[in-house]
Structures are given as structure tokens and as C-alpha cells.
């Protein structure tokens, strides 16, 4: 059985055009990759594609041995609450609710308890009794991250989740997000425009002219 935490192999898409043909890309327990590439090149399509919510239009995507587009929904909807954590630009956070009654709701699905340490390190345990629409647009994105962390996810995929952060709380939650996969075995996909962000991973790739290029540029 492979150890691999996701498998890709001849992955293509198109919708008017093509977007990308002919993509492998594997992630093993405790590996950061980063995918960079220009506005339009797909890098946010690849991502869902990878993540269970696309499935392409070619080739064979595996999540923790499964192949998951020929999955039940069901399965798909299991491999997500317990095992897949998704982090987005934009937060998709309860405003009505607090900081904690919005972890809470992901840690109660997949049966988990609330990491406090992961909130010492984001540095948001203090406003964990505030509401949502109290918060500043970085505090109310490293919430939905320590929501996303507090499910004690296998795989993260993680699309721009520093891009609405100034660089000082970005670099906290890169932080966070490499110490979480060295101290778990998870593995993190970060899709990215940061290349300074990007180069923190264990592996750099582009995507361009159609196809992903793992990039020779030495990660920090």
C-alpha cells in the first residue's frame, strides 16, 4: 500500500480551452509543496481538482490510497470532514457566532478536540469569546485557519491563504502551518502568487504554458 497521502497521475482539464494537460504530483507525510503561476493558469483549479470538489476532465487523482472520483459521496464527504482541511483566501466564517462556537462546529464533526496551542500560535486565544464581525479581516482569516487545524486534518490544501495578510502575520501563519505538518506528518499544498511564502516549502512548482514544472529554486 502506498504511502502517499495524495497521487496524481495524467491529470488535464479545459473548459472553453485548455487549462492544463498531462499533470502528475504526489505529496508524501510530511512534505510542503507550493504551486505559483501567473492570474488565469489554473492553479486554483488543479488545487479543487486535487481536493476532491472537481474532478478533471483526464487522468486519476488517489487521497490516502482512495481513488477518489470513484468514490461514493458518501466517501468523499468522510475523506473531507475527518481527514482534508481546505483554507481559503476568503475565511467563509459564521459571522453571528464567535471566534470559538466557529472552531467548535469543525471540531465537533470530526470528532476532535480544540487544540490550544494552535491558538497560542496563531495568536488568537484571547478573542476567542468575540464575534466574528468584530474581528479583523487577519484575525478572522488565522480563526478559519485554526478551525481548519482544529480537525486535525491529514492532507491541507491551501489556496492563497496569506494573500489578504500583511507580511507579518503571513509569516506567522506559514509558522504555523509547517510546524503543524512537522509535528503530525500531514502534508500541506499551497497554492500561492508569494514567492517568498512558496520558497518556505519543501518543493516549488509552476504552472505555465499548460503544464506544472517543479521548480530548481532551493527552498528557504
Known sequence: MSSLLLKAHAIAHRFDYTLFTDIDFTLAPYQSKAIVG??????????????????????????LGQDIYHLTEDKIE?????????????????KGMSAIDNIEVASMLSGEKIDEGILEKLEIKSLMQQRIGDLSGGQQQRVSIARVLSKKPRIIFADEPTGNLDKETATLVMDVLL????????????????????????GVYTLEDKVLKEDSIEAL
Open 38 to 63: 501567473r492570474s488565469g493558469s489554473g492553479k486554483s483549479t488543479l488545487l479543487h481538482i486535487l481536493s476532491t470538489f472537481m474532478p478533471p476532465n483526464e487522468g486519476s487523482v488517489s487521497v
Open 78 to 94: 468522510s475523506l473531507r470532514r475527518y481527514n482534508i482541511g481546505i483554507i481559503f483566501q476568503f475565511h467563509y466564517l459564521f
Open 179 to 202: 510546524d503543524y505538518c512537522k509535528s503530525t506528518g500531514a502534508g500541506l499544498l499551497l497554492v500561492t502568487h508569494d514567492e517568498a511564502m512558496a520558497r518556505r516549502c519543501n
